[in-house]
C-alpha cells in the first residue's frame, strides 16, 4: 500500500470509529455558496474597512452605512444556497451519537443544510439588538427597507432605542453560552473538523487544543494553510464542498452528491 493510500484510509477510519465529533467552521465554509470571507484577497476586509464595519465605536459613527452594508450581506445570504459541504456536516450531525457544531459563520446555511446541534459564536446576520436593553430580534418580523436612513434605521421595539446587528464585532466577548457549549464540544470529542477558517481569530479560542488534550484526531479541510494547521492530523488541501462529501462517500458508501440520496 502506498504511504497516500495509507494515510487515507487511516482519515477514513478516523471518520468510520468517531462517536463523539466537533465541528469548527469559519468563512470558507460558505465560499462555494457564493458568500465572500474575509482575509483573502476578495475578502470583505479588502473591500469594508473593519474599524468601521465591524466594531462598536465604527457602527454609533455611522448608524447608516453600516446598517446598509448589513441589509446587502442578508440580501447575499438570503440568495445563496447550501454548499455540498453544509449538506455532509449536516448528515454527520444525523449520523454520530454526539456531534457539537461550532460556527463563525452569521449566515444561515449551516441551518438551511439540517445541522441542528449547533452554536453561533460570532452572532446571526438575520438578528438585531438593541443598544440599550440587548433584546433580540430577528430582522424578518419587521417590515424594513432595503436601504435605510438616518430616519428609518431599526428601533427597539419595546422602547424605541437604536438596534444594532447581532453581530459579535472586534473587542467584543462571543456570547458565552455558545462559547461554554463550543469548549465542552471541543473538549470531549474523538474527532474535530476544522473546515473553512484561517484560525486568525479563533486561534485564541483554544479549541483544537481542548480537542487535542481529549487525544482527538484533527483534521482540516481548507484550500490554504492556516493558525489551526499545525494541530491537524490530517491537512485536506481542498474546497469543503469537494472534499467533505468525498471523504464521507469513502467512509460510509453514502453518496449526498446524487440527487437520489434521501
Ligand atoms: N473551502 C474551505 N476553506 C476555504 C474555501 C473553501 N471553498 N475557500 C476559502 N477557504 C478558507 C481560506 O483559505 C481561509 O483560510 O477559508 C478561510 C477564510 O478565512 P477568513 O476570511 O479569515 O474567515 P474566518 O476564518 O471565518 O474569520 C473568522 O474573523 O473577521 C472575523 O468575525 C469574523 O467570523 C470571522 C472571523
Known amino acids: 500500500m502506498s504511504k497516500k493510500t495509507a494515510v487515507q484510509q487511516q ?27 474575509f482575509r483573502e484577497v476578495d475578502g470583505e ?3 469594508y474597512d473593519p474599524m468601521t464595519f ?17 441589509r446587502m450581506r442578508q440580501r447575499q445570504i438570503a440568495q445563496a444556497q ?3 459541504g453544509h449538506i455532509t456536516l449536516a448528515r454527520m450531525d444525523q449520523y454520530y451519537p454526539d456531534f457539537l457544531l461550532a ?5 444561515d446555511l449551516h441551518e438551511r443544510a439540517g445541522t441542528k446541534r449547533m452554536v453561533k459564536i460570532h452572532g446571526d446576520a438575520w438578528q438585531m439588538r438593541c443598544l440599550r436593553a440587548g ?11 432595503d436601504e435605510f436612513t438616518v430616519d428609518t434605521l431599526p428601533r427597539c421595539r419595546k ?3 437604536l438596534c444594532r446587528p447581532n453581530i459579535v464585532w472586534f473587542g467584543e466577548y462571543v456570547p458565552q453560552d455558545a462559547m461554554e457549549a463550543a469548549i465542552r ?5 474523538d474527532l474535530m473538523l476544522i473546515v473553512g477558517t484561517s484560525g486568525e481569530v479563533s486561534g485564541g479560542y483554544g479549541f483544537a487544543e481542548y480537542a487535542l488534550a481529549n487525544g482527538a484526531t484533527i483534521v482540516e479541510v481548507n484550500p490554504s494553510e492556516g493558525a489551526l494547521t499545525r494541530y491537524a492530523d490530517f491537512w485536506i488541501p481542498e474546497p469543503a464542498g469537494i472534499a467533505l462529501p468525498r471523504i464521507w462517500k469513502l467512509a460510509t458508501g453514502e453518496d449526498l452528491l446524487s440527487t437520489s440520496h434521501t
Do not use: H
Not at 135 to 145: A, E, N, S
Open 11 to 37: 482519515l477514513i477510519d478516523a471518520f468510520r470509529s468517531a462517536k463523539r465529533v466537533f465541528v469548527f467552521t469559519g468563512a470558507g465554509a460558505s465560499k462555494e455558496s457564493g458568500l465572500p470571507t
Open 45 to 47: 476586509w479588502r473591500q
Open 54 to 70: 465591524a466594531t462598536l465605536d465604527g457602527f454609533l459613527s455611522d448608524p447608516v452605512r453600516v446598517w446598509n452594508m448589513y
Open 82 to 84: 447550501p454548499n455540498p
Open 103 to 107: 460556527t463563525q459563520n452569521v449566515d
Open 135 to 145: 433584546d433580540v430580534f430577528d430582522v424578518r418580523d419587521f417590515d424594513l427597507p
Open 159 to 161: 422602547c424605541g432605542a
Open 185 to 189: 464540544g471541543s473538549s470531549i470529542c
